[in-house]
Structure formats: structure tokens, C-alpha cells
């Protein structure tokens, strides 16, 4: 092997590995700061609040004090496979006296519209749009604001909440009642979504569903509940939660009637943010129906493929890293810019991963080969705390999934982060080489499933 090319492969492995051993510090010494807050707040609240009060459940919930209606916003293309079975499990589980369900459909799609009138419901109003899909989630949505407008000068009686929803969600027993007193008191309500396991039985799909698991076990189990101990904005996770009425009346009136944002990808983060801007309040609710069993929370089926789940989270990094910098720039305090970072973090965060994952290729071919890289002195220490850092991160997701999936799914998820860090780092390559600043956003979904048997709540 020639010198010139030994010198070249060790200087490249220096240099890489250095770059993502400085990387992975810096992320997790960020990750270490949320889970000691988390932490933190815990304990306070063990010690100084649950040991005078009862844990909250909905069993002893007050009822609201003015009781209202509840409109949930159901925007749907190409839905013709779920939207039927989601609205008829809807409207048998929802336990809630006033409330109507708003679908949204299309001209060029009316297999949807078939599905909805074919249930024959009168809680359900099927908003037709005139203009061919896919337009952009939020022009859907506004559309079905606009009805919900005229359906209240109509009838001269105003909805109390905005819930929203996909068409493959399965909604809570208890969520509206959850919703209807709580927005008493907070302008958005966001209650945890709780993936459910792959209808596909393989390994593969499983691994790449329960990725989906373990990553809103993180960011519902303990990210957003950080965010609001902050007093940081609650991002609307577009599912799952309850707008106050009023306070989208607020958002609609600065933007020309139009709340949702028509030309953004993730419409529902991004209205969060807003929410925020205007003064209003977010929390994030985390309740069981009665002690000791799960907490209200909506559940869906996620991408089971590497290219669907890619194509997904390509979407959510293009609207939130890429386009919210662009949209939401930096503003708010030190707590609220430092999680716009970690919201933002995501391509700085692939390509650590990335050149981890090289660098250590790298590594065993210096080794396979007899070729010293020279590492830095610092390198050693370097290594020798992101693996301790590491092992409290893998302690910390164990127990944050083990709480919403057992302890066998708990243990699987160690694992499971690698399959997560490669979406992760295909992800952001996909959003990247297809992000076009200014261009306006099309409905780039993926296909839905609608479980044969609801989960017990």
C-alpha cells in the first residue's frame, strides 16, 4: 500500500471521527439538559404536589364549567380506504354529547366523498372543495373552517374547541370531554399520539413502526412536557389536539381569514408557534381514564417501509428545519429559541451521524490495513463521554418506552436506534436535495391503515 495513500486514509479518519465525536458531545450534552429538567420537574412535583394532591384521572376530573361544542376537522384526499372506518369508530367511541365532525374532500376524489355520505350520519358535514387535490393540508383545513363559520351564523351558536384529526386516527372515548374542560384554561391542548404496532407481521416492518413508537414515546413522554415547564410554544402535533375557538379567530384575523397556513408542509407545528406568538397558551395533557392505565391519548398506524417512514420524516425536516427557519426565523426568549434549535437540529444532527458511522468504517479499515490515524490526544476523552453519555440516553429511552409499551418493546428499542438514526440521516438527504425555498406546498402523503380491531381504552 502506497504512503501517499495510507497518509490520506488516516488524516480522513482523524478529521471525521473528531468531527462527530465533538458533534455527538454537543447533542448530547442538549439531550442531557432536557432530561435533567425532566427529571427535576418529576421529583418537584413527587414531592411537593402528588404528595398533597391525587394524580389527576379522568374518573375525578371536574366537568367543564361551561360545557360547548366541539368541531373536529378531519381534512382528507385520497382516504377512500380509512375515512369510513375512522368516522364510524369515531362517532361510536366519542363520549361527548355535542360535537360535529368536519371532512374536508375533494371534486377529483369522490371515492372520499362516497365513503363519508355513505355513513348517512348527521353529525357529519362533508365540506366539498371546488378546486382539484391535492391543494396543501392547510388550504384543506382553512376550507373546512370556513364551513364551520357559516354553519355557526346559521345556527347563531358558536363552537367552544377546534379538534384535529387524520383520517386514520383512532380517537379517545374521553378525548372531547378531556378538551371541552381543559380549554377553559389553555388556548391548545395537545394529549399524547401513541403509534400502534405494524399490521405487517416481518421484522422489518415492525422494526421501522416501532421506531415511530419509541420517538413519540420521547418527544410526548418527556420533550414537549419540558417545553411547557420552559413556558416554550406547544407545537400542534396535528393530531390529537383542541384549539380554543377564540384564539383561532385570533390567528385567522391577522392572516386573512386563513388560521392554517396553506403554503407549509407542517401547518399544524407551525400553527403551535403562532398560537404562541398571539399570546396564547399551550399544554400538553397527559391523563389516564382512571389510575394506573394508559393515558387518553390517540393512536394510529405508521409507515412499515424504510421508503415510506424516509419519505414521511423528509416531509416533517423540509416544513420544520428547512422552511420553519425560513417562516418562524428565531424569535422569543432563551427557552423558546433554544427549542427552535432542537427543532432545527435535525440536518447538523444526519450529518454527525453520518460521518459516525463513516469514521468508524474508516476506523476498522485502519485497523484491517496497519495504518494509524494519529488520533488527537483528545479524541480518547472524547469517546470515553459520549459513551457514558450514550448509556444514560439508552437508560433514559428505556424507561420513557417502557411506560407507554412494556418492557419487551422497551428493550428493543436499543437496538432499534440504529434503524432510527439511518431514516434520520436518509430523511434529511431526501429534504434537502428537494427543498426549493418559496415553492408551494402540495399534500405529499403517504398511504393509511385503519386497524382491523380498536385498541381498548
Same mark, same amino acid.
Given at each position: ?41 418529576g421529583g ?52 361527548? #354529547? ?11 376524489? =369522490? ?10 350520519? =348527521? ?18 383545513l ?19 374547541a ?5 383520517? &386514520?386516527?383512532?380517537?379517545?372515548p ?32 415492525r ?10 414515546? &420521547?418527544g ?40 392554517? =397556513? ?17 399570546? #396564547?397558551?399551550g399544554?400538553?395533557?397527559?391523563? =389516564? ?41 428565531w424569535r #422569543? ?7 427552535r ?25 485502519c485497523?484491517?490495513l ?5 488520533h488527537a ?11 457514558v453519555?450514550? #448509556? ?17 418493546a ?43 380491531s380498536?385498541?381498548?381504552?
Amino acid at each position: 500500500m502506497g504512503a501517499d495513500f495510507a497518509w490520506l486514509l488516516g488524516a480522513a479518519t482523524r478529521e471525521i471521527v473528531l468531527f462527530a465525536a465533538v458533534g455527538m458531545l454537543l447533542g448530547a450534552i442538549d439531550d442531557l439538559a432536557i432530561d435533567l429538567i425532566w427529571l427535576g420537574r418529576g421529583g418537584w412535583r413527587r414531592l411537593f404536589v402528588f404528595s398533597r394532591h391525587a394524580r389527576a384521572a379522568m374518573a375525578t376530573l371536574p366537568p367543564p364549567d361551561a360545557p360547548g361544542a366541539i368541531a373536529v376537522f378531519i381534512p382528507a384526499w385520497r382516504e377512500s380506504a380509512v375515512i369510513g372506518a375512522m368516522l364510524r369508530a369515531a362517532l361510536a367511541r366519542f363520549d361527548h #354529547g355535542d360535537y360535529r365532525l368536519y371532512v374536508g374532500t375533494y371534486p377529483n376524489d =369522490p371515492a372520499t366523498a362516497q365513503a363519508v355520505t355513505a355513513i348517512g350520519d =348527521p353529525r357529519i358535514r362533508l365540506v366539498r372543495g371546488l378546486r382539484p387535490g391535492p391543494t396543501s393540508k392547510g388550504e384543506c383545513l382553512n376550507r373546512l373552517w370556513r364551513a364551520m363559520l357559516a354553519d355557526e351564523q346559521a345556527s347563531g351558536r358558536a363552537f367552544k374547541a377546534i379538534v384535529l384529526h387524520d383520517a &386514520e386516527d383512532v380517537v379517545h372515548p374521553m378525548e372531547l370531554r378531556l378538551y371541552d374542560r381543559m380549554i377553559e384554561r389553555f388556548d391548545l391542548i395537545q394529549i399524547p399520539v401513541l403509534p400502534l404496532p405494524a399490521l405487517d407481521r416481518r421484522l422489518a416492518a415492525r422494526t421501522i413502526a416501532a421506531t415511530y413508537a419509541d420517538e413519540f414515546s &420521547e418527544g410526548h413522554g418527556r420533550q414537549l412536557i419540558v417545553r411547557e415547564a420552559l413556558g416554550a410554544a406547544m407545537p400542534s402535533a396535528g393530531v390529537g389536539c383542541a384549539i380554543r375557538r377564540e384564539m383561532l379567530a385570533r390567528v385567522a384575523a391577522a392572516t386573512d381569514d386563513r388560521p392554517f =397556513p396553506e403554503d407549509s408542509l407542517t401547518e399544524d407545528y407551525e400553527l403551535g408557534l403562532r398560537i404562541a406568538e398571539h399570546g #396564547g397558551r399551550g399544554v400538553f395533557v397527559s391523563i =389516564p381514564a382512571r389510575a394506573g392505565i394508559d393515558p387518553v391519548a390517540v393512536r394510529a398506524h405508521f409507515p412499515e417501509t424504510f421508503h415510506t417512514a424516509c419519505r414521511q420524516k423528509a416531509r416533517w425536516v423540509t416544513g420544520i428545519a428547512l422552511a420553519g427557519w425560513d417562516r418562524l426565523r428565531w424569535r #422569543g426568549g432563551l427557552a423558546e429559541r433554544w427549542m427552535r434549535f432542537r427543532d432545527r437540529r435535525a440536518p447538523l444532527a444526519a450529518l454527525i451521524l453520518a460521518c459516525g458511522y463513516f469514521g468508524a468504517v474508516l476506523d476498522f479499515g485502519c485497523w484491517a490495513l496497519g495504518v494509524d490515524p494519529h488520533h488527537a490526544a483528545l479524541l480518547r476523552p472524547l469517546l470515553h463521554a459520549n459513551l457514558v453519555l450514550l #448509556g444514560w440516553r439508552l437508560a433514559q429511552r428505556v424507561i420513557i418506552v417502557e411506560r407507554f409499551y412494556g418492557p419487551w418493546a422497551a428493550c428493543l428499542s436499543v437496538p432499534r436506534i440504529v434503524v432510527a438514526n439511518l431514516i434520520a440521516i436518509v430523511s434529511v438527504w431526501r429534504a434537502i436535495a428537494g427543498y426549493q425555498p418559496g415553492r408551494a406546498a402540495a399534500w405529499d402523503k403517504t398511504e393509511h391503515f385503519f386497524p382491523e380491531s380498536l385498541p381498548c381504552d
